[in-house]
């Protein structure tokens, strides 16, 4: 049974940090292409962040987080990270852990992040 299980997320106060974590389990979670998705009220979900196969495999930001947002991988423990600093009330949204391989789409039930004062 394919589960992705985020965790890490909650109130924080504007320029505040949080790091996100999402467990793995049930898949080859080496093998497939990691990545945050985030979906703010009334917009469409979009992109944070992708992390190839292996920790070296170059990584990719949305332009609206870019210099404030790290994601990393553990393919030993099967998780996922996301790093994320100064961040503001526009980075409001259920964050989702996804991954990818090939037709392979997995997600996961998503956790809120609250960026107020």
């Known amino acids: 049974q394919v589960q992705l299980v985020e965790g890490g997320g909650g109130l924080v106060q504007p320029g505040g940090s949080l790091r996100l974590s999402c467990a793995a389990s049930?898949?080859?979670?080496?093998?497939?292409?990691m990545g945050w998705y985030r979906q703010a009220p009334g917009k469409e979900r979009e992109l944070v962040a992708t992390?190839?196969?292996?920790?070296?495999?170059?990584?990719t930001y949305a332009d609206a987080m870019k210099g404030r947002v790290i994601i990393s991988r553990n393919d030993e423990k099967k998780m996922l990270y996301l790093q994320m600093d100064r961040l503001n009330p526009g980075d409001t949204a259920l964050y989702f852990c996804?991954?990818?391989?090939?037709?392979?789409?997995?997600w996961g039930q998503g956790i809120q992040v609250t960026v107020s004062s």
């Open positions: 049930g898949f080859s979670f080496s093998s497939f292409i």
């Open positions: 992390i190839g196969l292996r920790d070296t495999v170059p990584r």
């Open positions: 996804n991954a990818r391989r090939g037709e392979d789409d997995y």
